[in-house]
Structure formats: C-alpha cells, structure tokens
C-alpha cells in the first residue's frame, strides 16, 4: 500500500478551500442584496422624498373682501320727500334786497323793503317779522347804516310761503341818510356822503341773506 495515500476518512485540502470559496461567495450575494434593496441604483434622493413625503397642497388665492366703513358718509341717506308746512330751507328760499329808485337827488330819502321768494315745490314755513329782518346799508367796505341799530319793539311773523309766490315788504324802511350806530338812537347823526356816492343796500331774514345786495346812488 503506497504511503501517499490520505488517511482513510479525511478529505484533501482542496476540497476544504472550495467549500470555505463558496461560503464567502454566497454570504458576498446575500450583502448585494441587501445593498442593492436599501440603495435602490437608478433612483434619485428626490425620487425617494417625492415617494416618502406627500405633496402640499398649493395655497388658494385669498379672496379680497372690502372692509366695513365708519364713515357716515359713506352710507348714503334716504332720499325725504318734502312736505308741506316744513321749515324753509337754504335750496327754496331767495332773499332779494329792493329800493324804490337807483339814483336819489339831494334831499330824497331811500325807502327799503325785501322780497322773499319759496322756489321749492313745497309750503314752508318761516319768521319774516321785524324781530327776524336785518337791513345794512354800506359803501365800500364800511357800513353806514343798520336797521337793528336802534329797532323799536321788533315783531315775530311765522307765515307760510306757497311755492313759486314772492312776498314782499308791507311797508318799506326809510333811510334818513344818516350814520347809524347803537349809541346815537337819541342823538343827533351825521349826515351819509351824497353828491353821487354809491352805497349798497343787503338785506337777512330769519337767515336767509340775499345773494346780492342792491346798488343805488346818493345825490
């Protein structure tokens, strides 16, 4: 019997070394998979948090909403239909100064009166007595002469006024051409400029003032 011979139940080597190769080459495989499972080649980091993470849902556009607003103004008011027998009021009344002449001569005396005229379509009411009447006469800026500087028992007179019908003085005030003031009702007063001055004549009833006063020239 030859003295190479391996020992009976033993196997060579070789055989030894591939089992232990295909061990480590199996264990190897199995690391690949578990790599290639966890990395996923051919996929992105984006890829991976668009699949993980869920889309947000774009903001809707607000919706503009107008705020409340303080401002009474802002709110408009109810037409009110007039009605008769009410207050007059500044829109339907015309207050309109009058003189008996433009042109007085040496010695004639200016009388003065008022007309006052409801434009609107409506009765009103209003104070047109001697209490509620003032009379200024003025050259320039200064005033020469007023119907309340020395006014004697003034009156009220609430009267209605129809639409559309002027109402005029009863009897005219007279100037006596004069200077007036509160503290000369008993004396004697200087006499206003003449020889062609010109003086203007405006005219308020119970606060209605005319638009435009009435010119006239003294002589």
Not at 72 to 101: K, L, M, N, S
């Amino acid at each position: 019997m030859s003295e190479n011979r391996t020992t009976q139940g033993r196997l060579p080597a070789s055989v030894y070394r591939r089992r232990r190769a295909m061990v480590l080459l199996g264990l190897v495989a199995v690391i690949i998979a578990i790599v290639l499972v966890i990395v996923r080649p051919g996929a992105s980091q984006g890829d991976e948090v668009a699949q993980t993470t869920p889309a947000s849902p774009e903001p809707s556009a607000p919706v503009a909403t107008a705020p409340p607003s303080d401002d009474p103004a802002a709110t408009p008011e109810p037409a009110v239909e007039p009605v008769d027998g009410a207050p007059c009021t500044d829109a339907q009344i015309t207050v309109e100064a009058v003189t008996d002449a433009a042109v007085y001569a040496t010695g004639e005396q200016p009388q003065l009166s008022v007309t006052i005229t409801n434009t609107g379509p409506n009765v009103c009411v209003m104070n047109v007595g001697t209490k509620a009447q003032a009379f200024t006469v003025q050259s320039g800026d200064e005033v020469y002469w007023s119907s309340t500087d020395c006014q004697v028992e003034p009156v009220d007179a609430v009267v209605s006024l129809e639409p559309g019908t002027p109402v005029s003085s009863s009897t005219p005030l007279v100037w006596d051409r004069t200077r007036s003031s509160p503290d000369t009702c008993d004396a004697e007063r200087a006499a206003a400029p003449g020889g062609g001055a010109s003086y203007h004549l405006g005219v308020t009833v119970d606060g209605f003032a005319s638009e435009t006063t009435k010119q006239f020239l003294l002589y």
